[in-house]
């Protein structure tokens, strides 16, 4: 299983970034995606995750900013970021967890880094 994520770049803050991110190979039943981030020196943090079912949470710092949409027939994952603030400025890791029988995995993207300028 393969995830590619794309869309990060530099932005001013205020600005607008979408990530997105696609899955590939043998996946299974995919029951959660999600973006985490980490910033210099930080540790990885949650941003925005979203269920099979389409439920949604987010980290208080991003709520109302960002969104996240997910399309599990597409086995894809995007985030649209609005308002970005140069606390946002991080590596982005698309994830996704995902059961092939009885057993439950967890895979990672390689990560996309957004900088936001201020």
């Known amino acids: 299983v393969q995830l590619q994520a794309s869309g990060g770049g530099l932005v001013q803050a205020g600005g607008s970034l979408r990530l997105s991110c696609a899955a590939s190979?043998?996946?299974?039943?995919?029951?959660?995606m999600a973006w985490y981030r980490q910033a210099p020196g930080k540790e990885r943090e949650l941003v925005a995750a979203?269920?099979?079912?389409?439920?949604?949470n987010y980290a208080d710092s991003v709520k109302g900013r960002f969104t996240i949409s997910g399309d599990n027939a597409k086995n894809t994952v995007s985030l649209q970021m609005e308002k970005l603030k140069s606390d946002d400025t991080a590596v982005y890791y698309c994830?996704?967890?995902?059961?092939?029988?009885?057993?439950?995995?967890?895979?990672w993207g390689s990560g996309t880094l957004v900088t936001v300028s201020s």
């Open positions: 994830y996704l967890g995902a059961s092939k029988s009885v057993w439950r995995s967890e895979y």
């Open positions: 979203i269920t099979s079912g389409g439920a949604t």
């Open positions: 190979g043998n996946i299974g039943t995919i029951d959660r």
